[in-house]
């Protein structure tokens, strides 16, 4: 008996503004974010809303993590209706304004890490010189 293949067919979502990621796997969420925010900004949707829920909070995570590095987002923070946390809103550069340009990565000055006081203080008490 031969057993059926999975449904492959890929799933559709419709370009309104608002993206539930709960009907998708997660090694799909990063280039569905990505593809999904340029796809609003060409129907010229600026606001958008990205269901993530809220769990232990690694799938809002990603998220953020991939729209801090897009170029298309302007800014996001976490909804604060009755979804609280479960929901991120973000806005993005709407279709006739630039992007703004991206600064290469070499190009971020390296500043030396400051240690807190508490561990200079703990440091000069414990280790022997």
């Not at 997660?26 to 999904?36: G, K, N, T």
């Not at 829920?53 to 976490?78: D, N, Q, S």
């Not at 991206?102 to 400051?114: D, F, L, M, T």
Request: proline fraction near 12%; hydrophobic fraction near 35%; glycine fraction near 6%.
């Amino acid at each position: 008996m031969t057993t059926p293949e999975p449904n492959t067919h890929p799933v559709q979502a419709p370009i309104d503004g608002v993206l539930d990621l709960h009907s998708f796997r997660p090694q799909e969420v990063p280039d569905l974010i990505r593809e999904y925010l340029h796809a609003c900004r060409t129907r010229h949707i600026t606001k958008i809303r990205i269901i993530h829920g809220k769990g232990k909070g690694v799938l809002r995570e990603t998220v953020h993590a991939i729209l801090r590095r897009e170029p298309v987002v302007r800014g996001f923070h976490l909804a604060n209706d009755r979804s609280s946390w479960g929901a991120t809103l973000v806005d993005i550069y709407p279709l006739n304004v630039p992007l703004p340009p991206r600064r290469p990565p070499e190009a971020k000055a390296h500043r030396p890490r400051r240690v807190p006081g508490w561990y200079r203080l703990l440091h000069r008490i414990f280790v022997r010189h």
